[in-house]
Structure formats: C-alpha cells, structure tokens
C-alpha cells in the first residue's frame, strides 16, 4: 500500500485533516499532513527509513504522541499508523 492511499482511505481522519501533499522521491513515498490543529505529520515507507525493510512505515510528529526526543516512530503497521493519525488529529 503505498502512503498516500493509506490516508485518502481512512475517510475517518478528513475531518482533522487541512491539507494532504505528496512530497514523494523515487525512492521514498512521503506524504505531509497539516491539521487543522495546527499539528503536523509526516508519513513515510521508502529506502532508509526504519522498517522499509519489512514494508512498514515510520512516523515523524509532535513528541507528545510518539513519547521520543525526535518526535519518529519507525516499524509502524496501518493499524499503528491509523491511531497515530486520529490521536494528532485530535490535540488541541
């Protein structure tokens, strides 16, 4: 799946989002989320990012929703992604 469908598939998550963009490589698919919390995520599965290997994705966001320093979850399954997006989503 690449990234950009797992977001335009989950309807749910429309409502907090502001603004999609494919920032996307040839050898990395990348979409950028801006909500309308101000909140931002950046979604990625490609060469070099952690778990490309196993065909997972990896996060980067606010510290407060992935509880690291850098604010980057890697090895992330859709599931895992899915409640990433919703938990942003809906910060204030």
Known sequence: MEVKHLIMINNKHYESI???WDNSSPHMSRIMVRFKNGRKLSLIRGF???GYEDDLFEVMTTS???ETEDGVLGHLSVEEVNDIIEKVGRLQ
């Open 18 to 20: 502001d603004r999609l």
């Open 64 to 66: 407060e929703i992935t």
């Open 48 to 50: 070099g990012s952690h």
